[in-house]
Every structure is written in C-alpha cells, then in structure tokens.
C-alpha cells in the first residue's frame, strides 16, 4: 500500500515527439503527487506535483494526467528535447511527509 | 538561490570504518530528511527529522545509523559500522514546512564501502 508503480523503466523519443510515462498507486489516502527529475550526478529535483481533486496540471511542455478511479497518473513531455534526457521519478507523499519514489525511467530524447 | 549542500561528495571507506556525512539544509527550512540511492534503483527514504528528533525512520535505517543537527546550520548522517550494503548515494533534503510540500534535494554524496 505504500508503493508507486511506475513504467516504463527506460524510453527512448525522437526530438519534438511526446514522452509519456505511467505511475500507478493503491492507497487513497495519498494526496500529493509528484514528479521528479534527476539528471547524473545530481539530486531529485521537483518538476511539477499535482493533487487528486483535478485531472490534469499543465506547466509548459510539461502536463500531469490523473485518473483517480483507477488510481494512475501520468507524465507527458511534449516536444520532447535533449535536454530532457534524464530519469523521471514520479512519487507520492506518505506519512510524516515523506517522499515515496516510484522506480524511475531513464528518458533518452534522440536528436 | 538558497540550495542544500552536501559533503563530501564521495566518501570511500573500509567496511567496518565509521563515516559521516554532512548536510547544510537551506536556512529557513525545519523538516530534514536522508534519502539514499542505490546504484540504478529508486530513491528510498531513510529518515525525517523535525525539532531536533526523529520524526519517522524507515526499516533501513536501524542501530548503525543517527542524525544529528549539532549546530543550527548542519544535518549529519552517522554510518557507525560500514557494510558493503551501505555503498550508495546519500541525499539529503529539506522543506520549510510552513506552506507546500516541496523538498529540496542536494547533490549527494556518494558512498563507497571497500
């Protein structure tokens, strides 16, 4: 009950195409759901959060998709870039606030 | 921009040998936490710490590990006993607390046991 499922584990786009990428959860009660990017060598670094009482949240090129009857949500790059290339972590936010990580997907945008 | 910062960067160690990692969280944030990241896997949570305790601990962190904020700047992460298991990188992160839930990570260190 205190896991996210995310998929795929890697992804490879063509520059200007749409990344998308998928997490699953299974306790209601999580409320706060993040994504986050982390390139080599760096920490995690919140790139956009949603909260489960809307159904999408856009922010530029980036958009997160929630369905909360099936308990999924999902990443969409559009007009994917190299400079996206980098691992995708979605996350929910468990007791105490801690951050619960899915199991990443390394994003590789082709030029 | 206020960032966390962590050091050292890399931390190489004998298997049984005592390390220390240190953190500087940004200056207003009360909520702390170590995270640590073994090769190619998920970011997992170690430990949240508020008020000068521990606030939540996960399985992982167990009688080998403490966190200390010893002075009102430095958030350390104590590994008393090195396993070869423990190889991985640490981040530490930090929120304000005060309004949203955004944690702000540093750049890690990272941890080898020989």
């Known amino acids: 009950q205190q896991q996210v499922k995310q998929s795929p584990q890697s992804l490879i786009v063509q520059k200007g195409g749409i990344s998308i990428i998928n997490c699953a959860y299974e306790?209601?009660?999580?409320?706060?759901f993040p994504w986050y990017q982390q390139f080599p060598g760096k920490g995690p670094a919140l790139l956009i959060a949603?909260?489960?009482?809307?159904s999408e949240k856009k922010e530029g090129r980036f958009t997160i998709s929630f369905n909360k009857s099936a308990k999924q949500f999902s990443l969409h790059i559009m007009d994917s870039q190299p400079g996206d290339s980098a691992t995708y972590f979605c996350?929910?936010?468990?007791?105490?606030?801690?951050?619960?990580f899915g199991s990443g997907t390394r994003l590789s945008i082709r030029p | 921009e206020p960032e966390v910062t962590q050091t050292p960067s890399h931390q190489v160690t004998q298997m049984g040998q005592e390390v220390i990692l240190r953190c500087v969280p940004i200056?207003?944030?009360?909520?702390f936490y170590w995270y640590r990241q073994i090769l190619g896997q998920k970011v997992e949570f170690l430990v949240s710490?508020?008020?000068?305790?521990?606030?939540?601990k996960s399985e992982i962190f167990d009688d080998q590990f403490s966190v200390e904020r010893p002075d009102g700047s430095n958030f350390t992460l104590k590994i008393r006993s090195t396993k070869l298991e423990d190889s991985a990188m640490y981040f530490c992160?930090?929120?304000?607390?005060?309004?949203?839930?955004?944690?702000?990570f540093g750049p890690g260190t990272r941890l080898t046991v020989l």
């Open positions: 992160a930090s929120r304000t607390g005060l309004q949203g839930n955004e944690q702000f």
């Open positions: 306790n209601t009660a999580f409320d706060y």
């Open positions: 949603i909260r489960p009482d809307v």
């Open positions: 996350a929910t936010l468990g007791s105490a606030s801690k951050i619960i």
């Open positions: 200056s207003n944030h009360l909520y």
């Open positions: 710490f508020y008020n000068n305790e521990i606030s939540e």
